[in-house]
């Protein structure tokens, strides 16, 4: 890895101590600068674990990933910087399908600091922007969002408060969202071998079923799924989002990928938006 080119491809420069000032920094960078995206799966490509085909992929050619890949390689990164960081496995609660994946369903990151234990994820797609403390289930209010961990036994919950219930005082109770359950167990990158293979071709993977590109924007997010554009934009005085989508043609996918997530595929892509297969085991 070239860290210093890894920096520039976020927006950042060195230095970057291992402190919360620059964790929070890069957290929200990546999420600004590289897309979620399951593209190679419908350009004919196949995903890897390897890191530095992953940071070949992302840094140099651009590209964003999945979060086997943008949180595989953000990991590595805070490792070169001097971060304590170990990856977790989480599983995804289906939007589409309301059931949870299977083991190892989703990567994601733990970073202690001066004791202090802090969930990081920049690939999970619609999700929180700055690393959330693992040291309490208070809400913790950000730009996008009002999220909190909620633990239950070894279990920790991630959820987010739902966008009907913004305008309350998230003390209060409210409508919570779980968006993904997992433990502290520390994991191998290795771990997740069998489930990167399963999100490229399992009819109960949004990936294999769905081809998708998205962003976090300041005032919202643009996201393309199959030959469709999604809009949000952030809540207005009635605290409700702006949503908007339009029908794509296909020359119109790949100038909004040019120009919107600086995306060139080098094979063609075939959008894709089918129903999800629900799991015969609900997890």
């Not at 605290?239 to 600086?262: C, M, N, V, W, Y």
Request: hydrophobic share 35%.
């Amino acid at each position: 890895m070239d860290v210093e080119k890894y920096l520039a491809r976020i927006g950042c420069s060195p230095p970057c101590p291992p402190t919360l000032e620059t964790l929070r920094l890069l957290h929200l960078n990546h999420l600004l600068s590289v897309p979620f995206e399951d593209l190679s799966i419908h350009s004919g490509e196949k995903v890897h674990l390897h890191l530095p085909s992953i940071y070949q992929k992302i840094v140099l050619h651009q590209r964003g990933g999945f979060c086997y890949e943008n949180n595989g390689l953000f990991s590595w990164l805070l490792a070169q910087l001097g971060f304590q960081v170990e990856i977790l496995a989480a599983q995804v609660r289906n939007r589409f399908t309301k059931a949870y994946g299977p083991p190892f369903d989703h990567l994601i990151m733990m970073v202690t600091l001066d004791g202090h234990r802090w969930l990081c994820d920049v690939g999970f797609g619609s999700g929180f922007q700055l690393p959330l403390s693992l040291e309490t289930d208070s809400p913790q209010i950000q730009s996008h969002g009002v999220y909190r961990v909620r633990a239950h036994a070894d279990l920790f919950f991630m959820e987010m408060l739902s966008e009907s219930d913004m305008m309350k005082n998230p003390e209060e109770e409210g409508s919570w969202v779980e968006l993904y359950k997992f433990t502290l167990k520390s994991c191998q990158r290795e771990d997740f071998q069998a489930m990167c293979e399963y999100h490229q071709s399992s009819v109960s993977s949004i990936f294999f079923c769905k081809s998708l590109c998205t962003m976090l924007l300041p005032t919202g997010r643009i996201t393309v799924m199959g030959r469709t554009l999604h809009t949000t934009q952030l809540p207005d005085e009635q605290g409700l989002p702006a949503k908007t989508k339009r029908d794509l043609s296909d020359e119109e996918i790949t100038e909004i990928l040019k120009e919107r997530f600086g995306i060139v595929l080098s094979s063609p892509l075939t959008p894709k938006d089918v129903d999800i297969v629900p799991p015969t085991v609900n997890c």
